[in-house]
């Protein structure tokens, strides 16, 4: 059975740092791409980044490039999200699921449970 | 940037067939998708590539894409398909969503 695990989300002060953990079972991780994703509190869905299965590409939302960092250690099945100099806007819940790769497009058919960050002083 | 245009809210009665639209620029020429989003869950995977359904999906569900619109369609919709429903879209190194429509079956 696939399991998706986010960890690591809490209340943190603007311009603090937060690392978010995916701990990932029941797949072989390490030949998926990965995604992360999040909802801020009674809003919509928002991509957040990507990942490769070999960390050679890494994509993200225009709004987190430069204070956000998408890793993974495929060791130890698990996907990270660093996330520095955190604003309001950051206020989500994030998950992270497996991202599948078409010929005109992405979709994800997994995802987590998803864990709370709070940006707030 | 790209964006996908959906409709805020859709209601529909018991047993009759919901369309829920999503817009977006020769949104055709990509693959279309669709989540199910129930209160307090995790969103579910209901339609890929346009007109796939996972395992597990209700035949009920179905997708189309053509031109600048994919539709989501509920035939005989029950009163568990009430939920938030998101299309999403991608190019080579980005992803987008729609805005959400809740459905409402009364």
């Known amino acids: 059975e696939v399991q998706l695990v986010e960890s690591g989300g809490g209340l943190v002060q603007p311009g603090g740092s937060l690392r978010l953990s995916c701990a990932a079972s029941g797949f072989m991780f390490r030949v998926y791409w990965m995604t992360w994703v999040r909802q801020a509190p009674g809003k919509g869905l928002e991509w957040v980044a990507n990942?490769?299965?070999?960390?050679?590409?890494?994509y993200y939302v225009d709004s987190v490039k430069g204070r956000f960092t998408i890793s993974r250690d495929n060791a130890k099945n698990s996907l990270y999200l660093q996330m520095n100099n955190l604003r309001a806007e950051d206020t989500a819940v994030y998950y992270c699921?497996?991202?599948?790769?078409?010929?005109?497009?992405?979709?994800?058919?997994?995802w987590g449970q998803g864990t709370l960050v709070t940006a707030s002083s | 940037s790209y964006e996908l245009t959906q409709p805020p809210s859709v209601s529909v009665s018991p047993g009759q067939t919901a369309s829920i639209t999503c817009s977006g620029d020769?949104?055709?020429?990509?693959?279309a998708c669709w989540y199910q989003q129930k209160p307090g869950q995790s969103p579910v995977l209901v339609i890929y590539e346009n007109t796939k359904r996972p395992s597990g999906i209700p035949e009920r569900f179905s997708g189309s894409n053509s031109g600048n619109t994919a539709t989501l369609t509920i035939s005989g919709t029950q009163a568990m398909d009430e939920a938030d429903y998101y299309c999403?879209?991608?190019?080579?190194?980005?992803?987008?969503f729609g805005g959400g429509t809740k459905l409402t079956v009364l």
């Open positions: 999403q879209a991608s190019d080579s190194r980005t992803v987008v």
């Open positions: 020769i949104l055709g020429n990509r693959y």
């Open positions: 699921a497996i991202l599948r790769m078409g010929a005109k497009g992405v979709y994800f058919d997994y």
């Open positions: 990942i490769k299965y070999d960390e050679s590409e890494k």
